[in-house]
């Protein structure tokens, strides 16, 4: 079994930056492909970023492409989520996920673990 646990949310003025990060844990060699999603109450969970293991591929939506960025600590199972430059409609939940496949993929069905997520909070 595998856990992902995220950290890194809080509340940030427009413009502002924050860092997620996701810590795998248990048997991450059953892991391979990593990435975030969003979503707000209401709406269907939505892609950020996603990347591969080791990590020299990445992929992300166009909505944040420019402003966030996904890298990969492939030693300590951990990936990290650098966001820069945020809007309110950055507000969400972001959850880490996790699948078995090697490529990266923006389709939430395609992952097999999910982290609890962490609470971001833009304001203007």
């Known amino acids: 079994q595998v856990q992902l646990i995220e950290s890194g949310g809080g509340l940030v003025q427009t413009g502002g930056s924050l860092r997620l990060s996701c810590a795998a844990s248990?048997?991450?060699?059953?892991?391979?492909?990593m990435g975030w999603f969003r979503q707000v109450p209401g709406k269907e969970r939505e892609f950020v970023a996603s990347i591969s293991r080791p990590g020299y591929r990445s992929a992300a939506a166009d909505s944040v492409k420019g402003r966030f960025s996904i890298s990969r600590d492939s030693a300590n199972n951990t990936i990290y989520l650098q966001m820069n430059n945020l809007k309110p409609d950055d507000t969400a939940v972001y959850f880490c996920a996790a699948r078995k496949g090697l490529a990266p993929s923006g389709i939430p069905n395609e992952y097999d673990y999910w982290g609890q997520g962490t609470q971001v909070t833009v304001s203007s």
């Open positions: 248990g048997r991450p060699a059953f892991i391979a492909a």
